[in-house]
């Protein structure tokens, strides 16, 4: 039998649980952000192409998925189905702002030159 902690998610609603997840201990969460900013830091960073199709195929998994994502949304905040539909619309929106504002002050930039 494993001593791992877990961190047990409830339907706010109703009290039942939905899912338990394993946690990290503090000194195994610390080592695991030092070991993400050291990469960070010592890789280049994706070109502003390569990070706008990646965001196109979040928006494209996300949409595969979204009654999948829907119905744990209802599950997890207990909201009604079609305030979680607004959310999960709000979220592409919000994956289709940050790639036109990359779009957009990429076309500055190039302006500018």
């Known amino acids: 039998m494993s ?3 877990t961190l ?3 339907n706010p609603s109703n009290g039942d649980e939905i899912i338990s997840l394993p946690t990290d201990s503090m000194p195994e969460a610390l080592e695991k952000i030092d070991r993400a900013h050291q990469y960070f830091s010592t890789k280049n ?3 502003l ?3 706008i199709n990646l965001l196109e195929n ?3 998994a996300l949409l595969e998925e979204k009654s999948t994502i829907i119905a744990i949304m209802i599950k997890e905040g207990g909201k009604p189905y ?3 539909i607004s959310e999960f619309n709000r979220a592409i929106e919000g994956i289709k702002i940050a790639i ?3 779009l957009l002050y990429t076309s ?3 302006d500018d030159s």
Do not use: F, G, K, Y
């Open 8 to 10: 047990t998610v409830l």
């Open 45 to 47: 960073h994706l070109p």
């Open 100 to 102: 036109n504002t990359c």
């Open 58 to 60: 979040l928006i494209t």
């Open 49 to 51: 192409h390569q990070r």
């Open 3 to 5: 001593n791992q902690m």
């Open 82 to 84: 079609t305030d979680s």
């Open 108 to 110: 500055d930039a190039a």
